[in-house]
């Protein structure tokens, strides 16, 4: 049987420039494990000794069953081995084990003497225990013998020839000779391995006079104290020692997945996952017969829960380990239970159809929603990477809190309908919206069908004077929910257009102040909808975003890691699976940072994956460094992929590049980090370094201020050559317009004189940062402190050279202080703040730090994109945007999943020229 996994747990206090080398995750399929029975063991062993030498009679000593899912046989390994009963022992049969007459009155099927059917058992509840991941391995391997005869293999052996076609494996190392050993020994994951070389196959065995077939679905024998494992009865055989055992393909509950306990409560506890993970374990650890259906996924949820017949469990996907990936069921995999009940998804409107399973003709346009977008990067890559693949992903709708990212955004997406509003608020005017379209009957409505109101029209008529006093709605303008007059009344509001006003004298109107103006609001809401200013359900295609969750940042010292959704700060990964659930895109991509994976054991992208399965979508989890993709930084990032059962769950882009590699990855999700196995790794470019990224753009000093400026010399590597390509050509369109040539935000943030001074002070050399500025001692494990009896020198203004904050930062044993960057180094990670106070962000050779350009440019932004707002505030927008050559391969695989031309593998490669 299988045991509780015992990895060891990783170290939360782990440095994050610690050395974590990237390789591909591996499949660790659960063997059979057998040391919670070792007791047991020892007990059969005594009672056939002592009956060997003795007549005298051997019984358990049973409890009366109780009202749960385990039957008597799974409570035997707790019973004491008392002498009430004579046994016989046959040199051909099993020796049978005597059961208490009082556990035998437990079961009145027992009590018949007769071979029968044995009905669906009670539905288990959810313990409260602790239960592993995975199936896991045992290094104690053992032997035992089966030796109850009311536990055996059933009927006539199924024919040599038909055996060896249907397993072929168990007859390649067959011993010939039948007396010889049944079990040999062999390395498996470092571990020992029992191989059992089988004699013969069965169709049935009996167990308390069950009788068990090929198919079923059973409870078996789980840990001690823990729940029973579930499994679905695969193959039943005979070694050629005689000992009987049969094969389960194991279903998962949710707290086995990576959803694990504490989000298991987002799952029905009656829904398992599928999975091709199977192992052989002794007949005797069967506890009883279950019904187990399968049924089709769908995201009306209501219409699902109705198809689902009485059972005790039942399943709709498969889960794999291998990046921790939920999906749809495999062909192989559906339909192998008589208890199936559709292979159409339906949802409650008609809206999935079974022609759209098996269709490959996709339409090409898809419409985005880029949540806490920023300034764009995620979206804009997506894009991108679409357009190269042959789909036109359009950024429909983005919304963000930050104004200075919504000009941005507007600036580089002059179609898209840009929100400055919270994700919450934006959830709230989604429901509205809603609510307004079906009032005036719009749902389903074409522009024709409709009367719109021509802007000429919406001013009124002016020859009309408006009586004093009285003001007249001209026009409304646009939605919000929230409170925009900061007066604490919180609704839905309209901005209007006055008749006779200007604009500056539009104002934010609730609702509650309009009822009058009805047919205004109608004019606004028919006009809104068919320009889809907000999107309803099923408009959108793909849902993007980060949420931010400053409640697990390292930096928080109040960190909540009982209950990490209780703080408002992590709030916002509900929000944006609340607006998946109402808008229920086809496509779902949540990003967000490691920590995520690191604080509290994972909880929060565990409820993110776990959340996205109880709404029926599949799921996929996978980390990704931003330098395999081509930028000269690190950067690893979490992605989380979500897909309707209708559609093909994407893949992860392999990488393209080599990376210098750093930070640290909890040990449970080693296996989701994106990497090459050694044959892929060979075709890897070079990993690219700072100067691969911005060695051609021209010197500016710390005063710069214009916005834009013009190239200086031509581009010399291939990454400079495509940040300075037109839009055209990055969507892979022949191009017909040229590059810019003038570059924009080639701005540094300016530093003060103290700061100024210390770095043009700071050597132009590799490696060099406060340090070099003299004063300090250096010991040998790397801590720095003052010189004693040396005078600290001073700055022009009186203030220290080497100031405090710089010694004391990472107790001494930092060199990032006012720290060079050098031209052959990958950086970590782009980061929000410009400040060379505890980071390594000061140019090579010029006296500034690295530009908002030469961010953006190892982030990968393309030179056209423009970003607005203060110098400090585009800083912002850089350092938290998705690296745009991550967001770019993620967009090829996306489009490739639309288009249904790939397989269901969690991996892809990039085309050669992409």
């Known amino acids: 049987m299988n045991m509780r996994d015992r990895k060891p747990k990783p170290k939360e206090d782990q440095s994050e420039e610690a050395i974590v080398e990237l390789k591909p995750p591996k499949t660790s399929k659960p063997k059979s494990s057998k040391s919670h029975l070792k007791k047991r063991k020892a007990d059969d062993e005594k009672l056939i000794n002592s009956s060997s030498s003795s007549a005298s009679i051997t019984q358990i000593d049973a409890k009366p069953l109780t009202n749960t899912s385990k039957s008597k046989r799974s409570k035997r390994k707790e019973k004491k081995l008392t002498k009430k009963a004579e046994m016989d022992v046959d040199s051909d049969e099993s020796v049978c084990l005597e059961i208490d007459q009082e556990e035998e009155n437990e079961d009145e099927l027992v009590n018949t003497g007769e071979v029968l059917e044995l009905k669906p058992v009670k539905t288990v509840q959810r313990k409260g225990k602790s239960r592993s991941l995975i199936y896991s391995n045992s290094k104690n391997k053992m032997k035992r013998t089966v030796i109850d005869t009311n536990c055996k293999l059933h009927g006539e052996p199924i024919p040599v020839n038909e055996a060896r076609l249907k397993w072929p494996h168990r007859y390649e190392d067959k011993v010939k000779d039948n007396n010889s050993a049944s079990t040999s020994s062999k390395k498996v994951n470092d571990e020992e391995e029992e191989v059992l070389v089988v004699r013969r196959h069965y169709q049935q065995a009996v167990l308390d006079n069950i009788i068990y077939k090929l198919g079923d679905d059973v409870f078996i024998q789980g840990d001690t104290g823990g729940e029973d494992y579930i499994g679905r009865i695969v193959e039943f055989f005979e070694t050629t020692d005689k000992r009987a055992f049969f094969t389960a393909r194991w279903f998962f509950r949710a707290e086995d997945t990576v959803i694990a306990e504490k989000n298991a409560s987002l799952v029905d506890e009656k829904r398992l996952f599928y999975s091709e993970y199977k192992n052989d374990n002794p007949l005797d650890c069967i506890t009883s017969k279950i019904k187990i259906v399968e049924v089709s996924p769908d995201v009306d949820l209501v219409a699902k829960k109705q198809t689902i017949p009485s059972c005790d469990f039942y399943y709709d996907m498969e889960y794999s380990m291998t990046y921790s990936t939920f999906s749809n069921l495999k062909p192989e995999s559906s339909g192998t239970s008589s208890n199936a009940v ?104 074409s522009c024709e069908e409709t009367l719109v109101t021509n802007d000429e029209d919406d001013v009124g008529d002016d020859d009309a004077p408006t009586p004093s006093g009285v003001f007249e709605v001209a026009k409304l303008l646009e939605i919000t929910y929230g409170d925009p007059n900061n007066i604490k009344e919180i609704g839905l509001y309209f901005k209007v257009q006055w008749k006779g006003y200007g604009p500056e004298e539009d104002t934010w109107e609730p609702i509650s102040g309009l009822m009058d103006c009805e047919e205004r609001v109608r004019e606004f809401v028919t006009r809104g909808y068919h320009e889809n200013i907000l999107p309803l359900p099923g408009d959108v295609d793909v849902i993007c ?370």
């Open 342 to 445: 559709s292979d159409v998804p339906m949802s409650k409107n008609g809206s999935f159809k079974k022609a759209s399973l098996n269709s490959n003709a996709k339409n090409s346009n898809m419409k985005l929603l880029d949540l806490y977008a920023g300034c764009g990067g995620m979206s804009t890559g997506l894009c991108l990477g679409a357009a190269v693949s042959g789909v036109n992903l359009s950024p429909s709708w983005a919304v963000d809190f930050n104004k200075y990212a919504c000009q941005s955004l507007r600036e580089n997406h002059p179609t898209s309908q840009v929100r400055n509003e919270t994700a919450e608020n934006f959830l709230m005017v989604l429901k509205e919206w809603l609510k307004l379209c079906t009032k005036f009957s719009l749902l389903g409505t």
């Open 545 to 914: 975003g980060g949420p931010p969750c400053q409640g697990i940042s390292g930096f928080n010292r109040f960190r909540n890691k009982v209950e990490p959704l209780q703080d408002e700060k992590n709030h916002q990964v509900v929000v944006f699976m609340d607006i998946v659930e109402f808008l229920k895109p086809r496509y779902v991509l949540m990003e967000n940072v490691v920590d995520l994976l690191k604080f509290s054991k994972g909880f929060l992208g565990r409820y993110a994956i776990g959340r996205l399965v109880s709404l029926d979508y599949q799921a996929r989890l996978g980390l990704m460094a931003a330098g395999s993709y081509g930028v000269p930084q690190f950067r690893m990032r979490v992605f989380l992929w979500g897909a309707l059962p209708t559609e093909v769950l994407p893949s992860y882009p392999l990488p393209s590049h080599e990376v210098v590699q750093r930070g640290v990855v909890p040990l449970e999700f080693e296996q989701n980090t994106v990497a090459c196995d050694s044959d892929h790794r060979r075709h890897l470019k070079d990993a690219l370094i700072l100067s691969d990224a911005i060695r051609d753009l021209p010197p500016v000093t710390n005063d710069e201020s214009r916005d834009q400026i013009p190239y200086v010399q031509a581009a010399e590597t291939d990454l400079q050559k495509l940040l300075r390509s037109c839009k055209q050509k990055l969507m892979g369109i022949i191009a017909s317009e040229e590059p810019s040539p003038m570059l924009y935000d080639h701005l540094p943030y300016r530093l003060n004189k103290d700061d100024f001074e210390r770095v043009s002070r700071v050597p132009k050399k590799k490696g060099a940062n406060f340090r070099d500025l003299g004063g300090l001692v250096i010991h040998d494990d790397n801590r720095v402190e003052l010189a004693k009896g040396v005078e600290r020198e001073k700055l022009s203004s009186g203030k220290f050279v080497v100031p405090d904050y710089a010694i004391s930062w990472k107790k001494g044993y930092s060199t990032e202080p006012f720290g060079r960057v050098w031209w052959d180094e990958t950086v970590s990670t782009v980061v929000t703040r410009a400040q060379p106070h505890n980071r390594v962000i000061t140019h090579p050779e010029q006296d500034r730090v690295l530009t908002v350009r030469e961010n953006a440019r190892i982030q990968g932004f393309p030179d056209y994109y423009k970003l607005s707002g203060p110098v400090k505030e585009r800083y912002i927008q850089v350092g938290n945007a998705v690296s745009v050559p991550v967001a770019r391969a993620l967009g090829h695989a996306l489009a490739v999943a639309h288009q249904r031309s790939g397989s269901s593998d969690p991996l892809i490669k990039l085309p050669l020229d992409f």
